[in-house]
């Protein structure tokens, strides 16, 4: 009992706050892969930059609530720019190129935050610091608001994609962008609406990491790694997918830390991937041969 | 074939033999020449997998670091001879290549670029993570290998031969299996997966045997690099490096041959000059990447197409 | 090949030639010195200072006329925090801009692989910030020199102070690389010899985002004192995370020289109350060699000296030591500096112990109130460098496994 309470139980809740932010992460790339065919490597720059823009925001107002708000709605700015000016010209061609596109996206968003951040580490207060003592263990306060938030917006975003008329038109999208096009949608603006909506999604998960991950140039390309992981687990193009397969990510990490030293434990989230290809290709909920 | 041979091509070769006896070649210059021809020979056999098959490699770094490492632990033993530690690169990248090409081409396109970069994630992890090999900091402080008996290839000159005749040897080989019946239907792949399938051929077997070449070649260059830089690390490995050579073919030009190997020593001649002069070099790389993915999506030779409006592709 | 391929490979010839054949514009009676650093990764921090320190001993110096009638250059290059780029940075340093002295590397990992080049091609090396074991013992040649105390010789001065005055249950995490390896094995070795008990290991990679999964076995194991073996960001991330979970309350702390530098303190202040950390500088030691020097440091930069302090004194220490020589012969320089000393370090005079090249230093210990470094303890460099043992593998017989008492 002890152990469970000391031991388990904080891993536990470790692993959900973690895999909740993922989530955040991983949809947004999910839904991009889903609507354009593109695995976007700038999505870890734009969870970076969101944490800058954070951190710009709270300079400013010294309030972590205003830059929640504007940090994303600013990142999706540029976003909303970079897909009009970069992506749009590829969409008639191999999605290819789209992939080598958005690496080179990537080294100008992170050399460019170098150049005008600096390189060395900048930290994020917390908007409220303290722990909570639970079941017999303190947990820090703030991994508890992530926690929280993570899920609600995972939750809002799950009602937006079922119950409002843009989110399904995304969905439509998704399956079937053709089709949208006949029926007299402007496709493009809903790709670009999306592009944005995942680049604001991505900088939220930044800025909601920051405290605890700190922010510097290079934060986004280990995360990357992780939610291309997550993506291609869940099954690419399916939005639950992505979500169920973060939170095992993010339980696996921190659970399996318990009986292997954690550095072996990146090897074995990479075996449970391969294994999970090998046996089921296109992961948890994926359709067959999208975009194959 | 008969152009590899051209009188432009003698002369070029030449060249790049006399280049080490030009006044003007420091040891520095020679390091960095056998760099700038070692990533130019990559990125060509990288190319017969993009520009020929038309399957976008995020794993080739893992080829070149397997291939860094099997020479490097070799050497770190007291074997230092040339000939042992390419054969067990080979082996050592051919059975991993034989994995990696049995999982990712059976996926098309960009899950055949993740699988190939998940699977070059795990070698990675596994190399900076394992002791034995050095972790983070990888093998370090290694002596020349031998090429035969006391003849060590311990001075920069000797190393540049070494990489110009590895380059000489994979160019003829590349050009030979793309101007071949294989070289064919790789494009025919590439233009046309289920037409070459209808056609009878099994298109996973050619994927994976152009994929076994391509990682082979890559990993003999990997294994002649610890010659020259007395190490090997985990660096060399990283997700972002195979990113490295996929811009390199795209500076150059797909399904040339010829164009990545200039795509790849310009990059490092780039890299070297202008990292020394300016910080926001990757800037650079990015801009001129998007650039090219924009505008000139077949490389700087694609500048041909609008100068002379022949066709751009070598179609083998 | 093609036209356009021979029209592209001509013109990629004609630039590189171009580029190669611009000679160096450089002046006679100039000497150039190297400084390798991190600009970029984990210990971008400690790059920028050692590039100050540099600069300024070739400032002072070369207000005094150089070194044997030259003026001093330097040339900064990045080594990115690997080792891979610093050895191909430190060729460059050495074979194309022909530094006589090469100042570096930041990181243990990258400072070992430059010890290789420095030997081959007979250039004389300074460290002045890693602090890996191997360096003065099995990696050891005739052309390296440092003022930075290694691991042995940190692990004998906290170890003690530790187990007399902190508590004798140690937890040792260290950061799993080159560096904190060396320090992790060093500061076990000596906390068992004093009497200390290792309650447990543990490794973290360096860069780690979220070290709390590492946090339930230090708990677990309940220990009275956190040694912590860790430098640059990751220090910040480990004690602001370590803090949240109250760990730094729970448990007493105590860290390697390098840990956080005073500049990041400030920001800290409240997780990094009362840890005891071993330093060779701090400005607010009352020494006054150090305030002389700190005073002119903080006139130049705008900010307090640190680990500045090494660099400057391996500039110093090279100058004195090629003037001796009269000479740039990188064999003769490295025979004058045995058992060389000088007056004017930033700590007065210091000397270079001839057996195994190292800088002979008194060290400090350290514990943070309020964001300040204050001393609490001197620890003379004759207790702390332990003999010389070049050649020697000074891990030999040593084992991570905790003997349980």
């Known amino acids: 009992m002890d152990y469970v309470v000391a031991i388990l139980l904080p891993q536990l809740l470790h692993g959900l706050v973690f895999g909740a932010a993922l989530g955040l992460l991983a949809l947004g790339l999910t839904v991009i892969f889903g609507l354009l065919g593109v695995m976007n490597f700038a999505h870890g720059e734009l969870y970076m930059l969101g944490a800058y823009a954070g951190i710009a925001v709270v300079g400013v107002t010294h309030s972590f609530w205003a830059a929640l708000v504007v940090a994303p709605i600013a990142v999706g700015a540029i976003g909303a720019v970079t897909e009009v000016a970069t992506l749009r010209p590829l969409y008639r061609r191999e999605p290819l190129y789209g992939l080598i596109l958005t690496f080179g996206l990537a080294l100008v968003f992170r050399e460019g935050a170098r150049q005008i951040w600096g390189g060395d580490m900048r930290r994020i207060l917390p908007p409220f610091t303290g722990s909570t003592p639970l079941l017999g263990m303190t947990y820090p306060n703030y991994r508890l608001f992530l926690l929280v938030a993570s899920s609600l917006l995972l939750l809002a975003i799950w009602l937006f994609f079922t119950k409002t008329r843009a989110g399904v038109l995304v969905r439509a999208a998704v399956q079937d962008a053709e089709m949208l096009d006949g029926l007299g949608v402007n496709v493009p603006r809903v790709f670009t609406l999306t592009f944005a909506g995942s680049a604001a999604l991505a900088a939220l998960a930044g800025l909601l990491l920051a405290p605890i991950f700190t922010v510097y140039p290079q934060m986004g390309v280990e995360m990357i790694l992780l939610a291309f992981i997550v993506v291609i687990l869940g099954g690419m193009g399916s939005m639950g997918g992505s979500v169920a397969a973060a939170f095992v990510i993010g339980l696996a990490q921190s659970l399996l830390t318990l009986w292997m030293n954690p550095q072996r434990v990146a090897i074995a989230i990479f075996a449970i991937m391969i294994v999970v290809l090998i046996v089921r290709p296109r992961g948890f909920f994926g359709r067959e041969g999208v975009l194959e | 074939m008969s152009r590899a041979l051209s009188w432009r091509a003698v002369v070029v070769w030449a060249l790049l033999a006399v280049l080490p006896a030009l006044p003007f070649m420091s040891k520095f210059y020679l390091l960095l020449a056998f760099d700038a021809l070692l990533f130019g020979a990559i990125a060509m056999s990288l190319d017969l997998l993009i520009g020929y098959t038309g399957l976008v490699s995020f794993g080739h770094a893992a080829f070149f670091g397997l291939g860094a490492y099997a020479s490097a632990v070799l050497l770190e033993r007291g074997v230092v001879s040339l000939w042992a530690c390419l054969l067990f690169a080979v082996l050592v990248v051919g059975l991993y290549a034989l994995v990696v090409g049995y999982f990712s081409t059976a996926r098309r396109g960009i899950y055949f670029a993740l699988l190939t970069l998940i699977f070059a994630e795990v070698v990675y992890t596994f190399f900076r993570y394992t002791q034995t090999f050095g972790g983070s900091d990888g093998i370090q402080g290694l002596p020349p290998p031998r090429l035969v008996g006391g003849f060590a290839i311990d001075t920069p000159m000797r190393n540049y031969y070494l990489v110009l005749v590895y380059l000489g040897l994979a160019y003829i080989a590349c050009r030979v299996l793309v101007t071949s019946h294989f070289g064919k239907v790789l494009v025919a792949i590439r233009e046309n997966e289920d037409r070459a399938r209808f056609l009878g051929y099994n298109v996973q077997r050619y994927k994976m045997a152009v994929c076994m070449i391509s990682a082979l070649l890559t990993g003999l260059g990997g294994a002649l690099y610890p010659g020259r830089s007395a190490f090997a690390t985990p660096d060399l490995m990283l997700w972002t490096v195979s990113g490295e050579f996929i811009i390199m073919v795209m500076i150059g030009g797909l399904g040339t041959l010829a164009g990545p190997v200039v795509g790849g020593a310009f990059f490092v001649l780039l890299q070297e000059k202008v990292s020394s002069y300016v910080d926001w070099y990757f800037i650079v790389i990015g801009l001129v990447l998007i650039f090219i993915v924009l505008f000139m999506p077949k490389g700087l030779l694609g500048i041909r197409e609008l100068l002379g409006g022949r066709r751009w592709r070598a179609t083998a | 090949m093609k036209r356009v391929t021979w029209g592209f490979t001509t013109l990629v010839a004609v630039a590189a030639l171009v580029w190669i054949s611009a000679p160096a514009v450089s002046q006679p009676q100039v000497v150039k010195i190297g400084d390798l650093g991190s600009k970029v990764g984990v210990f971008e921090g400690y790059g920028k200072y050692q590039t100050w320190g540099i600069q300024m001993a070739v400032e002072e110096l070369n207000a005094k006329g150089g070194v044997l009638g030259h003026k001093i250059e330097i040339v900064s290059e990045d080594d990115e925090t690997k080792p891979a780029p610093a050895v191909r940075k430190a060729e460059k340093l050495i074979l194309q801009d022909d530094v006589k002295l090469l100042v570096g590397a930041v990181s243990s990992g990258a400072t070992l692989a430059v010890m290789d080049v420095t030997k081959k091609h007979k250039t004389i090396h300074w460290n002045s910030v890693s602090c890996a ?216 005079r210091q000397c270079i112990r001839k057996d195994d090249h190292q800088v002979v230093m008194d060290m400090h210990l350290y514990q943070v109130k309020g964001g300040k470094n204050l001393p609490i303890a001197r620890i003379a460099g004759s207790d702390s460098i332990g003999e010389a043992m070049v050649g020697k593998d000074p891990v030999e017989g040593f084992t991570w496994e905790i003997k349980k008492k």
């Open chain 3, 133 to 348: 074991e191997f360096m003065r013992t099995t990696k050891f040649h005739k052309y390296y020199f440092s003022n930075q105390p290694d691991s042995r010789m940190q692990a004998n001065g906290l170890a003690k102070y530790i187990v007399d005055k902190m508590g004798k249950k140690v937890y040792i995490f260290y950061t799993d690389y080159a560096m904190g390896q060396s320090d992790g094995r060093q500061f076990k070795t000596a906390l068992e010899k004093l009497g200390g008990e290792v309650v447990g290991v543990a490794g973290a990679p360096l860069d780690t985002k979220d070290f709390s999964p590492w946090f339930g076995a230090i708990n677990q194991s309940n220990p009275d004192v956190l040694f912590v073996a860790f430098a640059g960001t990751d220090s910040l991330r480990l004690m602001t995370q370590l803090h949240s979970f109250g760990m730094t309350k729970k448990y007493k702390m105590a860290g390697i020289d390098c840990f956080l530098l005073q500049q990041d303190l400030p920001s800290i202040a409240e997780p990094m109350e009362g840890f005891v950390q071993l330093n060779h500088f701090s400005p607010y030691n009352p020494d006054p060699n150090m305030q002389a020097y700190n005073a002119r440091f903080k006139k130049k930069f705008g900010t307090d000296a640190n680990i500045a302090a090494g660099s400057y004194d391996a500039v110093l220490f090279w100058a004195a030591a090629v003037e001796k020589a009269k000479s740039f012969d990188p064999d003769k320089v490295a025979e004058a500096h045995e058992g060389m000393c000088v007056d004017n370090t930033h700590i007065g």
